[in-house]
């Protein structure tokens, strides 16, 4: 039976020609076979609490459509944007709400003063290429009669001076979307790292132009071709299924994923398991699995993702985390 986490829920049916997000895109772009069909069987949440990304760019949302941004205190509009988001939300947000939260609030008078450069301020719209099929949500949209600049927010400390490619490609195509929508291409996007503040980074056309034809080759791609790296991989929703990438990652010196045979298991009062592998690359723990998703016996077959090394030195521990997932397998064909 598969048992994935949240993260893998969703079912991903479409074709090559499908819509493409721009993150889907530029994965598409990786991995021709990682945009492909996906099956998953969900499973009931163990927490409905979001993370903490999730509620800071709720709250920025409130924010600008409050114009709390536009105060003569953005802070304290802010931390009652906050306030608001939490209402909408089940439950204590997830990861590192906290140090979120406080950054949130430290870098509002910087982030508002950036706000008040456009006319008109739009948070969370979807800009949709029907010709194209790309479709997108910028996290923020300044406008002005000819200008116009995207800002992404990024909630994860980063201690990069450059942004990773990856990151380029989003808002090279979310550049495109607003040409699309508004008929202005913006020369500038942005990121705004709560740790860092602003970051740059300079579009034009030709950069534009380079980055939709790198995504049409891509949809004439073979999807059944498999092309795995760890940036590429992480958040693929096939990772569980795609055998290249498990041919792979025993190569990947900080793989965050093991794959192999349950030897024992052991289930703590509090419903939190510790599974010990036979793994092809030597005995393996997992520590902290959710009791509920592990159904799984000694003798049969499991795949983890996304899993976070121990705290020790040794490299045969990892630990569950807020972002893992994993896969029970069916029994192998008798050869």
């Known amino acids: ?14 074709g090559p020609h499908n819509w493409l997000s721009p993150t889907r895109a530029w994965r598409l772009t990786e991995c021709a076979a990682s945009v492909g069909p996906v099956v998953n069987s969900p499973v009931p949440l163990t927490s ?20 709390g941004y536009r105060d003569d205190d953005p802070r304290s509009r802010l ?38 450069w456009g ?12 010709i194209r099929r790309l479709r997108g949500t910028p996290d923020i949209v300044l406008m002005k009669p000819r200008e116009a600049v995207v800002i992404d927010l990024k909630t994860p400390t980063s201690k990069e001076d450059s942004l990773p490619p990856w990151i380029v490609f ?31 980074l300079s579009v034009n056309s030709t950069s534009v132009e380079a980055a939709l034809e790198t995504v049409e080759r891509a949809r004439e791609a073979d999807t059944s071709v498999a092309t795995p790296a760890p940036e590429t991989c992480r958040y693929c929703r096939r990772r569980l299924d795609c055998q290249p990438h498990w041919d792979a990652a025993v190569c990947w010196p900080d793989a965050d994923c093991v794959d192999g045979t349950i030897e024992r298991v052991e ?5 939190i398991a510790a599974i010990f592998l036979a793994s092809p690359l030597g005995p393996r ?43 029970e397998l069916p029994p192998a064909a008798p050869a």
């Open 285 to 327: 723990w997992v520590s902290g699995v959710p009791g509920d998703l592990l159904t799984a016996n000694a003798g049969e077959r499991v795949r983890l993702v996304r899993l976070r090394r121990s705290d020790s030195n040794d490299d045969s521990g990892f630990k569950w985390s807020r972002h893992s997932a994993l896969a």
């Open 48 to 67: 409905d609490a979001p993370n903490a990304g999730a509620v800071a760019h709720r709250a920025v949302q409130l924010w600008i459509e409050s114009d």
């Open 267 to 271: 289930r703590a009062a509090n419903g």
């Open 79 to 116: 931390s009652e944007a906050i306030s608001g988001a939490l209402t909408e939300c089940s439950g204590r947000p997830t990861g590192e709400w906290p140090p979120t939260r406080a950054r949130l609030l430290a870098r509002a008078s910087q982030l508002a003063e950036r706000l008040l």
């Open 119 to 130: 006319d008109d301020v739009h948070a969370e719209r979807e800009l949709l290429d029907p």
């Open 170 to 200: 989003q808002l090279t195509i979310y550049a495109h979307l607003v040409e699309q929508v508004h008929g202005i291409l913006p020369t500038k996007v942005e990121v705004f790292r709560l740790n860092r503040g602003l970051m740059p």
């Open 1 to 14: 039976m598969r048992r994935d986490n949240p993260a893998d829920v969703t079912i991903d049916t479409g």
